[in-house]
């Protein structure tokens, strides 16, 4: 990431309640400025007093969809990142709610990606990336299960026909 030039000092919130977490992605993400908070009540502050390029959440303990609530009104991109939430209906509540990106924990190592990917496809009209749940789809289908998403397909076909990754994309993502 150090040739990014356009991404270095972009303003991040990082909000979880595991101090290790707030450490390893602000050690992944050097080029940018970060606050981070360990609860609901400091991530909310935090929103409602300075302006981010990008917020990164936690699911559960810090009331994680309560704040991209707070992020989504001030038209801030936002990755769920998760450990206990992990399952395909916090997928989908995710997304439902308007965050950009959902990363499981087990892929915290490559947050980077997932980061530089929303700020690079930032455009004034909202459009989120599409290269992040094709990078992660593989996980999700291991973990989930076979036909995992068959239990909400009219959710799935609307997903995948708004964020058709063309070969230009995928040639981008590989």
């Known amino acids: 990431m150090a040739d990014d030039e356009i991404l270095k000092g972009k303003r991040i919130l990082i909000v979880d309640d595991e101090p290790d977490v707030l450490e390893t992605i602000e050690e992944l993400l050097p080029h940018f400025l970060i606050d981070k908070a360990p609860s609901f009540e400091t991530g909310a502050k935090f929103l409602n007093k300075n302006g981010y390029d990008l917020a990164i959440f936690d699911i559960m303990g810090v009331r994680g969809y309560e704040l991209l609530r707070i992020a989504t009104e001030k038209n801030i991109p936002v990755i769920m990142l998760t450990a206990h939430a992990l ?88």
């Open 87 to 174: 399952s395909p209906e916090n997928l989908i509540k995710s997304l439902k709610q308007g965050a950009h990106s959902y990363v499981p924990k087990d892929k915290l190592q490559e947050i980077g990606i997932f980061v530089k990917e929303i700020l690079e496809e930032k455009p004034p009209g909202g459009h989120k990336p599409k290269g992040w749940f094709f990078k992660l789809r593989p996980f999700f289908d291991k973990r989930f299960g076979a036909g995992w998403r068959e239990k909400d397909k009219e959710f799935w076909q609307d997903f995948d026909t708004e964020h058709i990754i063309g070969k230009k994309d995928l040639e981008e993502i590989m």
